[in-house]
């Protein structure tokens, strides 16, 4: 049975009592059937759920009660399986699961979670059932909501996803509130934290292509920036997880039947009756509605526009009144409580309930149960609002005094009320002896019409209990006569039911100042205990305090203008009901608009309403209004009335999407976006540029440069300052308020650009020097920030062709902006050997702040004269010396002995050691001595004429001559530890 009306549902009842002239029980039978399931415990409550569902089933899931995280995400798969979910603790298989089991002849068991949710010892008491096991769990909960996401996929097509938050905060209540819905449509549900999803599952759900993927949250709950890489996002939520779960159920209302509807707890620890409730309500189709301790006006409301065969209450955490108030909103003929007792005799009570019941439970005597007495009979009787009990012995008088009754099953299966005696209106024909008095007398003056009669005496007399109507009613009953003996007419008596206790005089208008005898006699209480007369002097000036009667919003076609009508009991006092500090409207926070009440009109012909103008621009929401302070036409001060009314504040809204020009199509580094409003804003408001802020993903804020609005096409151009990387940014709007003064929410604007428009370098150009230390100067195209482009460690300079990264210094970076761009000259540390080396410039900025592209400019260095790098000996062999080169040499002149010579003085004397031959390898030199070295000795090497192998433009170079001191040590331990040498 899909939605439906409930005037179809009112139809078909009323057509088929207009039919039925007989009066069965078949013609009052009740729409709507109210149930509720629950156990002793929670473990209990998800096996009569079970019951509830399933006869029999192969398949089941085990989840743990406790700690049930892991479990939110199972009943797609329970749909899937058709197989319920039972819980257990931790270490123990409770006796009713594991007999469940048994029951329905499960075959394999799915185990929800790791060892930590579900230990092996469970495991293995399932298994020694016979049963199969196929566990589903990962690192946590995240993972976990995949592994079964995974092994739903097995028996479905996965067209749609559900990301749900995982975190704790939100106590799952979301993924609860849609499991039904997106079991019937077989979507799995996957859990996320609020500022990152995990990579697996965003990889997991961009494979499956889904046609939309619904992120059951705000972004307060699950980020934008989350879930932006996931295809096809709709967001579902509501201001708490009771309005949440409203808008699930609206947006997929298509696939439910409403034959049945099941009320769960949303808040811990009731929740986890939810989470076993969510496969019974998939399996029927059904929606599952989370309550907190009342039903609210909401969710009222949304049951108005259904109609359904049951309300079904699962967890013992469900109050009944709400499972019974749900059911009243379908059928509202159902009884919900015990309204009045009659004590007949000493052997039979009648209990009128506020509605019909069904007669089958009601004619069931143990249904009832008053402590101390033996019910032998029930029976239901004058239609069905009524059950008579009868005792077997008679009832005491103590016992009569004090009667309170429990009944069961008969407002509903599995629901318990009472009642005390105390607490209903009781007719007593056994014990009851008191007569009833007079408590108390007030005047009304109200308006009957219009002339000279049109204004009229309301006497409202109070008695000390309820009294019979009849009586009551009787005219005769009842006398006003004037200081003359002079008796007023008594236009008619009003009795009304619902208030058993009072009876309404009806007077012409007479004179307030004069003092008139009433006189009241033969009346009766429902015992039939009869009045003594009543005599007494009373004014008949109006002492009645005047109140609200009548409270009604109008909406008007102009945005944010709303009528409200109040009426009150009787007539008032212009100037005070037109006083607008008498009508007070405040936010949930407190916040109220003085200016809002734009004007009160006063009903000059009634003179008992007002109709207030009301022009909101501020208040969203539920308010709460207080009517106070008001009189009437003699001084009579209201009742104080507070009501709630909700006021939706029609804000401003940017149009989407927001057309925006990126850098490729500007030709420079900024955004131009033209937001179009769907009304005329305030200019000044709209054109204030602290109103914005653009924000890239990496957190680098741009500012706004100029905003400007042309109210005729209601479109701002925002054009920002540089940016300065790619990506994706976010406008953020605020603060802008139309013509009227409502405020925009703040609203994010997505923007994004792959291109961004970087400085260049020029060229390199090495200023020519006979000094080892050079001067590159380096060109850019626009004009640079001098900090980043003086800083030495922006540039890098490397020797290419090299087995080992050969790195000269930056000793000085010097911007100037000497040429169009500027220009920065880089001072190096000594160069070693010539070669071509390759500049890197990295992280230069430009005067708006863009980073230079990395960017590499090669230098050739060729004047850097050769030079002897080290020299060292050869251990154990004292008559040889190595030395390096800063680079190939001239074999020939390497190999020159001439070019070399070695000498050391002692005892004054300067002596010289022969070279007997040089070996040359590359830049090695090879020397082999006439004369082994002695410790403690100062040698000098002296090297020259010696030049290079390789030539620079067009000739070679002359190596730098050498002069080397050095000792050799004592007790060397290597060739490099041979030769020490003198400073």
């Known amino acids: 049975m899909k939605r439906c009306f409930k005037i179809l549902s009112s139809f078909i009842i009323g057509l088929s009592i207009i039919m039925s002239s007989i009066p069965t029980f078949a013609a009052v039978d009740i729409g709507t059937d109210v149930k509720k399931i629950y156990g002793k415990d929670r473990y209990a409550t998800a096996v009569e759920v079970s019951k509830e569902g399933w006869k029999n089933t192969d398949v089941a899931i085990v ?64 298994k020694g059932m016979g049963i199969k096991i196929s566990r589903l769990g990962g690192a946590n909960r995240y993972d976990t909501s995949l592994e079964v996401a995974k092994e739903l996929s097995k028996f479905v097509n996965i067209n749609n996803i559900m990301v749900i938050s995982g975190e704790e905060s939100t106590q799952g209540a979301d993924a609860l509130s849609v499991a039904p819905l997106a079991a019937l449509n077989n979507m799995p549900m996957l859990l996320t934290s609020k500022k990152e999803m ?7 759900i961009n494979r499956q292509y889904p046609d939309n993927t619904y992120v059951i949250a705000s972004n307060k709950t699950i980020d934008d920036k989350t879930v932006i890489d996931l295809p096809r996002i709709e967001r579902i939520y509501g201001k708490d997880r009771y309005d949440t779960n409203l808008k699930v159920l609206d947006k997929f209302n298509f696939y439910l039947e409403y034959d049945n509807v099941y009320v769960a707890q949303g808040t811990p620890p009731g929740t986890v009756d939810a989470l076993t409730t969510g496969p019974l309500a998939a399996k029927k189709s059904s929606p599952l509605l989370l309550v907190s301790n009342k039903i609210l006006s909401s969710q009222k409301s949304y049951l108005k526009g259904i109609t359904a065969n049951e309300v079904v209450g699962v967890g013992g955490m469900v109050e009944n009144n709400i499972l019974l108030d749900s059911a009243q909103i379908f059928d509202n003929r159902i009884a919900t409580k015990v309204k009045s007792m009659t004590i007949l005799n000493r052997r039979n009570i009648i209990l009128e309930f506020n509605g019909i019941v069904k007669e089958s439970p009601a004619n069931i005597k143990e249904n009832y149960e008053i402590l101390g007495t033996n019910i032998i009979k029930s029976e239901c009787i004058d239609g069905y609002d009524k059950v008579q009990l009868t005792f077997k012995s008679d009832l005491t008088d103590s016992k009569i005094s004090t009667l309170e009754c429990k009944i069961s099953n008969v407002v509903g299966k599995n629901i318990t009320i009472g009642f005390d005696r105390k607490d209903i209106p009781v007719k007593d024909m056994v014990t009851d002896k008191v007569k009833p008095k007079i408590s108390n007398i007030s005047v009304l003056d109200f308006a009957d019409g219009t002339g000279a009669n049109g204004v009229k005496k309301k006497i409202t007399i109070k008695f000390s209990e309820d009294v019979n109507e009849e009586d009551s009613k009787d005219i005769k009953n009842y006398k006003i006569t004037d200081k003359n003996g002079d008796e007023l007419r008594i236009v008619k008596i009003e009795f009304d039911k619902a208030v058993p206790s009072e009876v309404n005089i009806i007077t012409p208008s007479v004179n307030d100042t004069s003092n008139y005898k009433l006189d009241v006699k033969g009346i009766r209480d429902l015992s039939n205990n009869i009045m003594d007369p009543y005599s007494k002097t009373i004014s008949l000036k109006d002492t009645t305090k005047p109140k609200v009667i009548h409270f009604e919003i109008t909406n008007t076609s102009a945005s944010n203008i709303v009528f409200i009508d109040i009426t009150f009991s009787k007539q008032m006092d212009e100037k005070s009901a037109t006083t607008v500090s008498n009508y007070i409207i405040k936010d949930s926070t407190g916040k109220t608009d003085s200016k809002m009440i734009k004007d009160i009109e006063f009903n000059q012909l009634t003179k008992d309403s007002v109709r207030l103008t009301i022009e909101n621009v501020v208040l969203d929401g539920t308010c709460n209004m207080t009517i106070k302070g008001i009189k009437d036409t003699v001084g009579n001060i209201m009742e104080q009335y507070d009501t709630k009314l909700v006021l939706n504040l029609n804000r401003p809204n940017i149009l989407q999407p927001v057309p925006y020009d990126t850098p490729d199509k500007l030709g420079e580094n900024k955004f131009i976006i033209r937001a179009e409003f769907d009304r005329t804003m305030s200019d000044k408001d709209v054109q204030n540029i602290r109103n914005y802020s653009l924000v890239s993903d990496n957190n680098v804020q741009v500012a706004i440069e100029s905003v400007k609005y042309d109210p005729i096409t209601r479109i701002a151009t925002i054009t920002t300052q ?39 370098v020029i060229g390199a150009e090495l200023q020519q020097s006979e000094t080892r230390s050079k001067e590159i100067l380096v060109g850019f195209d626009t004009k640079m920030d001098a900090r980043t482009a003086n800083d030495k460690n922006n540039y890098i300079l490397t020797k290419m062709n090299t087995e080992t990264p050969e790195v000269v210094r930056i000793k000085s970076a010097r911007y100037s902006t000497a040429t169009i761009g500027g220009r920065v000259i880089l001072t190096t540390e000594d160069f070693s050997s010539n070669g071509i080396y390759k500049l890197t410039i990295k992280n230069v900025k430009d005067a708006t702040g863009v980073s230079i592209n990395e960017s590499d400019a090669m230098v050739t260095i060729d004047n850097i004269k050769p030079q002897v790098v080290e020299v060292s000996g050869v251990f154990d062999k004292y008559d040889r010396l190595n030395i390096k080169f800063s680079e190939a040499m001239s074999r020939i002149d390497v190999e020159t002995n001439s070019n070399y010579s070695l000498k050391y003085t002692i005892d004054g004397e300067e002596k010289t050691i022969g070279i007997k031959s040089v070996v040359s390898n590359g830049n090695i030199a090879s020397l082999i001595l006439d004369e082994e070295l002695k410790s403690g000795i100062i040698y000098q090497l002296n090297i020259d004429g010696i030049y290079s192998e390789k030539a620079y433009n067009g000739a070679t170079l002359q190596m730098e001559d050498c002069k080397f001191k050095f000792q050799r040590k004592v007790d060397p331990v290597n060739d490099k530890d041979v030769i020490i040498q003198i400073k």
Do not use: H, M
Request: hydrophobic share 35%; with cysteine.
């Open 63 to 126: 989840a743990n009660g406790l700690g049930f995280a892991d479990a939110l995400c199972s009943t797609p798969l329970s749909k899937a399986i058709d197989g319920p979910i039972l819980l257990t603790s931790q270490e123990n298989l409770p006796t009713g699961t594991k007999d469940e089991l048994r029951r329905l002849g499960a075959k394999r068991v799915y185990i929800i979670g790791g060892t930590g949710a579900v230990s092996t010892k469970v495991e293995k008491e399932i």
């Open 198 to 204: 995990q990579s697996n599952i965003k990889s997991w």
């Open 722 to 760: 540089t940016l300065t990387e790619v990506g994706n940014y976010t406008l953020l709007v605020r603060g802008v308020k139309d013509s009227t003064g409502v405020e925009l929410l703040p609203t994010k604007v997505p923007l994004q650009t792959n291109i961004i428009y970087r400085p260049g």
